[in-house]
C-alpha cells in the first residue's frame, strides 16, 4: 500500500514570498492533517480535514496560512507572504478517520530566507 | 490545555545496552498513547500506541506501558541497536471537539554506538 506523498521534498524561498506544498493521502483515509514541525520540536497541527471539510484550523496563521482539499483527496497548504519564523518541516498525515492512527508523509522542509 | 513532557536528548548508548526514554503528560479525558520514531531524513512511523489504562503497547522489541496513575508512558528496549538510531516522539491524541489532534513532546534523539 502506497504511502502518503508530499512534495516538493525542499524548497527554499526569500521572505514575503508565496509558497505551496502537496499532499496525496493514502487511498480511502478520509481524514487529513497538516503539521508544522520547527527544529528541535514536535510537530504542531496546524489544520485537520474530515473529507473537504475543516475539522480544526484553531492553530492555523490564517492572515498568512490557508489549506484547501477540494475533492476530499488531495491537499495543498499556502504560505503567503512567508515569514523567516515559518523555516521548518511540514507534514502532512492521514487515518481512515478520525479516531484511526495517523500516518505520516515525508515531509517538506522549506527555509525562508 | 493538554501536553507531553519527555527527556531531553541526546541520549547515547552501546549496543545493547537497556533503553528508557521517560514520557510523561497531561491531558483531560482519556487520551490514547503513541511512540512516533523519525530516522533522518525520513517523516514520522508509528512505533507503538496504547489507547487506554494499563495497556501495553509493543513492537520491534520497543514496548511501553499506559500508566494512568503517574500519567506516563515511557519507552523501553531491553537491547538496542545501531539500526535504533533515531528520533523518538511521546504523543498523545485528543478527541474531543471533534477533532483527532495529536499533541507531541519535543522528541528524544538516540544514538547506539557500537
Known amino acids: 500500500e502506497a504511502g502518503v506523498a508530499q512534495s516538493p521534498r525542499y524548497k527554499i524561498i526569500e521572505k514575503r514570498q508565496s509558497v505551496a506544498f502537496w499532499c496525496n493521502p493514502i487511498s480511502g483515509h478520509a481524514t487529513l492533517y497538516w503539521y508544522q514541525q520547527i527544529l528541535g520540536q514536535g510537530p504542531k497541527l496546524l489544520i485537520q480535514f474530515q473529507n473537504n471539510g475543516v475539522v480544526d484550523d484553531s492553530q492555523l496563521p490564517k492572515d498568512r496560512f490557508s489549506a484547501e482539499r477540494l475533492k476530499g483527496v488531495d491537499s495543498t497548504l499556502k504560505i503567503q507572504p512567508a515569514k523567516l519564523e515559518d523555516s521548518a518541516v511540514y507534514l502532512c498525515a492521514s487515518s481512515l478517520d478520525m479516531v484511526e492512527t495517523q500516518y505520516f508523509g515525508p515531509g517538506t522542509r522549506l527555509l525562508v530566507l | 490545555g493538554n501536553s507531553v513532557t519527555q527527556m531531553e536528548g541526546p541520549v547515547t548508548l552501546s549496543e545493547e545496552a537497556f533503553l528508557t526514554i521517560n514520557c510523561t503528560y497531561t491531558a483531560t479525558g482519556y487520551p490514547s498513547l503513541f511512540w512516533y520514531v523519525q530516522y533522518p531524513g525520513e517523516g514520522l512511523q508509528l512505533l507503538l500506541k496504547?489507547?487506554?489504562?494499563?495497556d501495553k503497547g509493543s513492537n520491534k522489541g520497543f514496548e511501553a506501558t499506559y500508566r494512568k496513575e503517574t500519567t506516563s508512558f515511557h519507552l523501553e528496549k531491553g537491547s538496542v541497536q545501531v539500526s535504533d538510531s533515531a528520533v523518538y516522539f511521546c504523543a498523545l491524541s485528543d478527541l474531543t471537539g471533534g477533532g483527532n489532534k495529536l499533541t507531541f513532546g519535543t522528541g528524544t534523539q538516540l544514538k547506539v554506538e557500537l
Open positions: 496504547a489507547t487506554k489504562a494499563d
